[in-house]
Nanobody
Framework: QVQLVESGGGLVQPGGSLRLSCAAS????????MNWYRQAPGKERELVAT????????NYADSVKGRFTISRDNAKKTVYLQMNSLKPEDTAVYYC????????WGQGTQVTVSS
């Protein structure tokens, strides 16, 4: 069955960096686009970044462009989110997902940006 396991979250000061990982299993990882979402307290879940399967084309929310980078390692079946110049408003639970007939979500990893 499809499984997505996020890791790498934590507490970081404003201006700092974190790298999130999402390890996938149960499907042919290399052929599917992968997404990172986030959900802040009291807010709706929002799409942060997408990476397609072939060629590695990427898309980002305007709020993270120039600061976040999504990448993937198909051999390791893992998608990453490198987050630089973090701001307090980046505080959220971060989820990866994949649409394979239906949407599958990981359990999420908490990112807190605070001094």
């Amino acid at each position: 069955q499809v499984q997505l396991v996020e890791s790498g979250g934590g507490l970081v000061q404003p201006g700092g960096s974190l790298r999130l990982s999402c390890a996938a299993s149960g499907f042919t990882f290399s052929v599917y686009a992968m997404n990172w979402y986030r959900q802040a307290p009291g807010k709706e879940r929002e799409l942060v970044a997408t990476i397609i399967s072939a060629g590695g084309s990427t898309n980002y929310a305007d709020s993270v462009k120039g600061r976040f980078t999504i990448s993937r390692d198909n051999a390791k079946k893992t998608v990453y989110l490198q987050m630089n110049s973090l701001k307090p408003e980046d505080t959220a639970v971060y989820y990866c997902n994949v649409r394979k007939i239906r949407l599958y979500w990981g359990q999420g990893t908490q990112v807190t940006v605070s001094s």
